[in-house]
């Protein structure tokens, strides 16, 4: 690292930031025996390194005068599980944070600040100094003018976080390096405006507003050789040489790296080990590697494989800081999920879905830590018992990483019989519907993580359905064919509309003046007057709720009468 650590806050990953996950690691393994694990959660085998993941200020919702709409749970709980560092993808922008000069607005990026402080992550403030992504009022300066509102942002912005102590390092200057081979900087209203060493001053004002933090330069298409001459690399490399010479305060070089799959630059590794050699560190910042879509089986291979060099190249670099992946979930990546030419760049589908890249990563970092399951839900307790269904809610567990969900396990009847999982909630509540009435069930839950370890079940909770609607049944008569004299009724149909089953069913069919039964079947028969009654047969009584027995019946009438008879059922 350049220079000595200074005052409470490390500007390096340090074993106190670390113990968390190791202590925790090694107690449990004195209780609990570790069975053979899904690699995973990355948060607890990333080891020396952070894991981190740009964070959606919207989707991560941890803050309620911002977060109205795009909730979104499943891509929270991984925030949360998975990663260890984060930085934000767009809530600490110039045009989010400092619309207008002097208008601080800093509720998202508060957000998702004190979701890291929540969840035990270390935090990078993306960025202070760039061309994109600046207010009008900015650009519109020049000279002194633009000097000091420079100077106010970053005071302002970094002066807002210098006691929290999860606020580690920020991006000081993004992207300010030529694409093109000559001239070194990019060209922009920094560099028409600015009149002086924007880069040396922005880097001069982050020291003095957080003298903590660790200061980085970040851009793109800097991932190759940084001494091969006339390359990208080579003129930030350059940059970076002269202004550590000028005492300039450059922490930590930030390689963007989004990748095209299969295309990593050669000797990945050995590039990181020369940026150190300029007594920086080095972070992969905002990794991405993106496929041409739609990606097949042997991209997402590829691409699995691409993560796992850029995991190994970090690991074997001790100047390397960590990892920031660019998003969680191909759906919400800034690239292309479905369309366009390349996307898909990162390790869950759109579905949440892990994909070969997530256990490549996984499996480079190295097996998992984490032996410790959940606590057990405690309160297990139900409500709203139907019929035909119940609800159940329990108090939370809590777990050294993270509980990822539930499982609602059930057994039939008051004693005996066996525990099966019937839901796998992610939230501590559940209802379970589709019951037989009337009947007697017991209820656990147990949580998990996402290592896969079980906590113990919960207390068992005791439910008996309601008795439901006994013994109804309907019948409806199908003519199948007539003539002047007379009908066929087939199929006459009885159907159990209860909610338990029948063993039993009377139908009274009224036949109209001057109509006789001339033959039956699949039923018996008794007749009163223009009463007929029908009772169920052994193999049409015994219905289940929903189910139908048949019977049918013949009459004959006078010629010309074109009635037809009415019907009622009862049971049993
Ligand atoms: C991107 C964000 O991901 C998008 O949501 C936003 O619309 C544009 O910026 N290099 C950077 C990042 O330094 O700030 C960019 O983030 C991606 C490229």
Redo the contacts with the bound molecule.
């Keep these: 690292m350049s220079g000595p650590m200074r005052g409470a806050r490390p500007r390096i990953l340090t074993a106190s930031w670390l113990a968390a996950t190791v202590l925790a690691a090694a107690t449990a393994s004195l209780i609990v025996a570790s069975p053979s694990q899904a690699a995973g959660p990355l948060r607890t085998v990333s080891g020396s390194k952070f894991i981190g993941y ?1 964070a959606n200020a919207a989707l991560l919702c941890n803050n309620s005068a911002t977060c109205t709409s795009g909730q979104d749970t499943t891509y929270r709980t991984l925030a949360q599980t998975e990663f260890n560092q984060v930085t934000h ?2 809530s600490l922008k110039w045009e989010i944070v400092e619309p207008s000069a002097g208008n601080f607005q800093f509720a998202q990026a508060d957000g998702v600040v004190a979701h890291a402080v929540a969840n035990n992550q270390i935090v990078h403030g ?2 202070l100094l760039w061309h994109s ?1 600046t207010p009008g009022y900015v650009q519109g300066l020049s000279g002194t003018a633009m000097r000091s509102a420079l100077q106010s942002h970053i005071n302002g912005v970094m002066g807002h976080y210098a006691t929290n102590s999860a606020m580690r390092s920020w991006d000081v200057v ?2 300010v390096i030529n694409d093109n081979s000559s001239p070194q900087l990019r060209q922009s209203f920094w560099t028409s405006n600015y009149g002086g060493n924007f880069v040396r001053d922005a880097f001069n004002f982050a020291r003095a507003a957080d003298p903590d933090a660790e200061l980085c330069i ?1 851009d ?1 298409s800097v991932e190759g050789n940084p001494t091969q001459a006339g390359s990208k690399t080579n003129r930030l490399f350059q940059l970076v040489q002269t202004e550590l010479a000028a005492g300039t305060p450059i922490d930590c070089v930030g390689l ?1 790296s ?1 990748f095209i799959v299969g295309q990593l630059p050669a000797n990945f590794q050995q590039n990181l080990q020369t940026w150190a050699s300029l007594g920086v560190r080095v972070r992969i910042s ?1 990794l991405d590697i993106r496929i041409p879509l739609p990606a097949d089986a042997a991209e997402l291979q590829t691409q699995a494989n691409d993560y796992a060099t850029v995991v190994n190249a970090c690991k074997a670099v001790a100047a390397c800081d960590g990892i920031t992946i ?1 998003g969680i979930d191909d759906g919400h990546s ?1 690239l292309p999920n479905s369309c366009c030419p390349e996307g898909a760049p990162l390790l869950w589908t759109s579905a949440y879905a892990k994909k070969p890249a997530y256990d490549a990563t996984a499996n480079a970092f190295g097996p998992s830590n984490d032996t410790q399951p959940p606590t057990a839900p405690a309160n297990l307790a139900s409500s709203n018992v139907t019929s035909s269904s119940v609800s159940l809610s329990w108090t939370a567990s809590t777990d050294n990483v993270g509980v990822t969900g539930y499982d609602v396990l059930r057994a039939p009847g008051a004693s005996g019989g066996t525990f099966a999982v019937v839901g796998s909630p992610t939230s501590t509540s559940f209802t379970d519907s589709g019951l037989p009435a009337n009947s007697t069930f017991r209820y656990q839950v147990r949580a998990k993580d996402a290592a896969g370890l079980l906590s113990p079940v919960s207390n068992t909770v005791s439910v008996t359905t309601l008795p439901g609607t006994v013994g109804g049944c309907s019948i409806t008569l199908t003519v199948q064919s007539q003539w002047g004299t007379g009908y066929v009724i087939q199929p006459s149909r009885v159907t159990n509309t209860g909610t338990t089953a029948i063993s039993g069913w009377t139908v009274t069919v009224t036949l109209p003046a001057g109509h006789a039964i001339t033959g039956f079947w699949n039923a018996t028969q008794s007749i009163s007057g223009q009463t007929v009654t029908y009772r169920g047969v052994s193999w049409n009584s015994n219905l289940a709720p929903g189910a139908s027995g048949e019977f049918g019946f013949q009459a004959s009438r006078p010629n010309g009468n074109t009635a037809l008879p009415t019907a009622t059922c009862t049971t049993p």
Aim: proline share 0%; hydrophobic share 20%.
């Design positions: 740009a993808e767009n993306h960025t992504q993004n992207e970040n793109y963007q989004h905002e660019w800034w």
